[in-house]
């Protein structure tokens, strides 16, 4: 498909600067794009590109003052990075919109009940009850549980797993191989020393416009439901248990895991690696870095975390610092014990 300058630029609420007829029909990276493609500079380390860029069209900010002149047409726009983004997203929509009807071999359960203009790829198996909105799109090898519902235009990737009683809401992509509902870690400790496992008899309720990466493990609840709510994103290989609740608009970045019954505030951010334990609190709006170990309720909003275990950002960055320079303390503290040491033999 082919976008002139002018229609690239309605769409995204910006200004032609040069050929409003210029032509694209790709995207292509600001350091590498060649003629035909559309590319972007959000970032102003990549500004030096942007002069001999062989793109045809370039979204920028309008804050940018160029320092030379451009082969390209330039589109300005508030967030050029936010810009393309919408571009993208609307080009990948008009792709996956293209896919309607179910190939072969798939298994329906004649009870379940499927919306409008659907896709369902080859090897799903759908069960008992289930219910898929309109324009659902279910790449190959889905498995989806008795009493499953996935909401309109939701799209889930190959190999994704939803087991039974779960419910998907509307918009929310499942990246591929990635499994919801299987059983929380519960297990209750015998007087014989062994473990005597608790059904896991509740399920879990993603919301609307929900992200989930590939290879992510979000458990069902023992009783009640684990809950992904609208607008969050979760990473690839994230482990979330049984009974956690994730808040509105919340990021969490890859390998995170998050302990049962632990509940997540709106618009936090949890950096890679972290690991959170069960049964407390993030508040709003809190920060928690890479590799970071969080091990009690954080009940101040907008709180910055760092460490394992984690605590105040700016004091443990301190604490960094004097690490750094024990060595050299260690020095300097062995010179001053033997000039104590000379100051007691000579008095």
Do not use: W
Request: glycine share 10%; net charge neutral.
């Amino acid at each position: 498909m082919v976008f002139t300058a002018v229609q690239i630029a309605t769409l995204i609420q910006g200004e032609i600067v040069g050929d409003e007829r210029a032509e694209v029909n790709a995207f292509g990276k600001i350091e590498e794009a060649k003629k035909g493609q559309l590319a972007f500079l959000a970032n102003p380390k990549y500004e030096e590109f942007l002069y001999n860029c062989k793109a045809s069209i370039i979204i920028i900010n309008k804050s940018l003052e160029l320092k030379h002149e451009t082969q390209a047409t330039l589109i300005r726009v508030e967030n050029a990075y936010s810009a393309f983004a919408t571009l993208l997203n609307m080009y990948q929509e008009m792709a996956t919109q293209q896919l309607k009807g179910t190939q072969d071999p798939v298994f329906i359960h004649p009870t379940s009940k499927i919306g409008d203009q659907v896709f369902i790829g080859a090897f799903t198996y759908i069960g008992e009850n289930v219910e898929l909105g309109n324009n659902v799109k279910l790449f190959p090898g889905i498995f989806l549980g008795n009493n499953v519902t996935i909401g309109e235009g939701s799209i889930l990737h190959a190999g994704v797993k939803i087991y039974h009683d779960c419910k998907i809401g509307k918009n929310v992509t499942i990246h591929a191989g990635s499994v919801l509902g299987s059983d929380g870690f519960g297990y209750a400790p015998q007087t014989d020393g062994s473990y005597k496992k608790v059904p896991q008899i509740g399920n879990v309720v993603v919301e609307d416009f929900v992200e989930i990466g590939a290879n992510a493990t979000i458990d069902r609840a023992t009783i009640g439901s684990t809950l992904i709510k609208a607008g969050a994103k979760l990473d690839n290989l994230i482990q979330v248990a049984h009974n956690v609740e994730v808040g509105n608009n919340t990021v969490i970045a890859a390998q995170a895991g998050i302990s049962g019954s632990t509940k997540i505030g709106n618009n936090v951010q949890i950096g890679g690696q972290a690991g959170i334990v069960g049964h407390i609190q993030i508040a709003d709006g809190c920060k928690v870095n890479a590799q970071s170990g969080v091990t009690k309720t954080l009940k101040t909003p907008n709180t910055s975390l760092t460490g394992s275990p984690a605590f105040d950002y700016t004091s443990a960055l301190r604490s960094q610092a004097i690490t750094r320079k024990l060595p050299d303390l260690e020095k300097r503290v062995a010179e001053l014990e033997k000039i104590i040491q000379q100051l007691k033999v000579n008095a």
